[in-house]
């Protein structure tokens, strides 16, 4: 399905010139009907460049840090509705606390997720590791940079391509590569696989593979989290796509109504699965600013550097603890595989020129990487050493997946119910009744 989804979505791929050309104008089709698709392309694809113009013009948005362009070229469209403010984010107070050795720590874990990854997508090639593989390589900054706020009372919980928010929150490499392999020793015992992730200890909610599916889930946690007036928030993150689905829209009204301490985190990786930003979304501003209809503050920032990112996120993470004011932040980020390993159209709906730019300038371990040189934060030995040490660690960690025992038999008629794995009288019984 997902296969077929991309093929059908996708525009035929044309000669390698520039992603803007593959992007703006489509290919002309020959048939009625996708003559018809062209027209209605073409007014999306104009849009951006009139919103940069206005923009100009019109004041700021006192709910919206949005002023300028994002640094990203002009003609990955995908990314020029994300604009920044700009300036050095590393003096933002936030970033201002941090200590060498956390600064060392944060490059440590977009290492561990990227080398966790590779090690994956290694096994997965070779047809020993099933199911499906999504792939967060590109984007480890957004999740390392939001687990490097939490208080200890907050929450958060995000879509299919879960493996660094998984990671960053604390979850071990084996747990997680055992659960890849689908055994018993994984952290969903082997029922999972890759969009499942779960660590609730590590107040991590998991990965759930319906589109959206998620954000009503976060907002019951920021519900519960309001409820008991616990000085935290909720995080949900959920991809460019997921915005036009129905159920975001209802959560942003309950989440206005409610006045409930949560953030939206859009990953804006710029595809809806193969079908690009400029043609799967209305955008006037960014996406972020449909909030604004639901009377919900919103912002947009650069996921490609962590200081701006924590900047961003930090600033309505903490507004959502002490106000109870609900915040959606877009994300410019950009992943480099498709939309998952079984993607037979990645290369197709976009162009290598276009992947090997954002490796190039924009890759957020790098950027990290050459920000904490400048700083003499650390030298380039120990960038090889902490990168050696996290290719290793997930090279142990397949190892253990591997060696590990499959699930049994029985274990299949367990994690269903609650009150049958733990014997309660509801699960003896089959009656259950919320008012006793």
């Not at 997508?121 to 499906?132: P, S, V």
């Not at 928010?165 to 055992?178: D, I, K, P």
């Not at 990965?207 to 946690?221: E, F, K, R, S």
């Amino acid at each position: 399905m997902e296969k077929l989804m991309a093929r059908t979505l996708s525009l035929p791929s044309k000669s390698k010139k520039s992603a803007a050309k593959k992007v703006v104008r489509p290919a002309a089709p020959k048939s009625a009907a996708k003559k018809a698709l062209a027209k209605q392309a073409k007014p999306l694809n104009k849009a951006p460049a009139k919103v940069v113009k206005a923009a100009k013009k019109a004041p700021v948005s006192s709910k919206s840090v949005a002023t300028k362009k994002a640094e990203a070229p002009e003609y990955f469209t995908h990314h020029k509705f994300v604009r920044s403010t700009g300036g050095d984010f590393s003096k933002d107070p936030v970033n201002a606390a941090l200590k060498p050795a956390q600064k060392i720590q944060l490059l440590r874990e977009m290492l561990r997720i990227r080398r966790f990854e590779q090690q994956a997508l290694k096994y997965y090639n070779q047809g020993i590791m099933g199911g499906f593989l999504h792939l967060y390589n590109g984007q480890e900054s957004v999740a390392v940079g939001t687990a490097s706020l939490m208080n200890g009372h907050d929450e958060i919980i995000t879509a299919y391509r879960d493996h660094g928010h998984a990671l960053s929150v604390g979850m071990g490499m084996n747990e997680c590569m055992a659960e890849l392999f689908g055994k018993g020793t994984g952290c969903s015992k082997g029922k999972g696989g890759s969009m499942h992730f779960f660590a609730p200890d590590k107040h991590y909610w998991g990965g759930h593979g319906i589109v959206a599916g998620q954000t009503p889930l976060g907002l019951g946690l920021a519900f519960a989290i309001k409820y008991k007036g616990i000085h935290g928030c909720a995080v949900a993150f959920l991809g460019d796509g997921a915005v036009n689905q129905g159920v975001f829209s209802e959560c942003l009204n309950m989440a206005a109504l409610f006045e409930l301490p949560i953030v939206f985190v859009i990953e804006n990786n710029g595809y809806s699965m193969g079908t690009s930003l400029a043609r799967s979304s209305a955008i006037r501003q960014s996406l972020a600013s449909r909030a604004e209809g639901f009377d919900v503050d919103w912002s947009v920032c650069e996921g490609f550097d962590l200081y701006e990112l924590r900047a961003h996120l930090g600033s309505a993470m903490d507004k959502a603890r002490k106000q109870s004011r609900p915040h959606v932040l877009e994300v410019a980020t950009y992943r480099y595989y498709g939309h998952s390993v079984a993607d037979a159209n990645a290369k197709k709906y976009r162009s290598p020129e276009e992947i090997e730019r954002y490796k190039t300038d924009f890759d957020p371990i790098t950027r990290w990487e050459n920000q904490l040189l400048k700083e003499k934060v650390v030298t380039p030995a120990q960038i090889e050493k902490i990168d050696a040490e996290a290719k290793a660690e997930a090279a142990a960690a397949a190892e253990f997946g591997i060696a590990s025992p499959w699930p049994s038999e029985e274990s299949i008629f367990e994690d269903i119910y609650h009150e049958v794995d733990h014997k309660t009288e509801a699960g003896q019984t089959g009656r259950f009744f919320f008012s006793e």
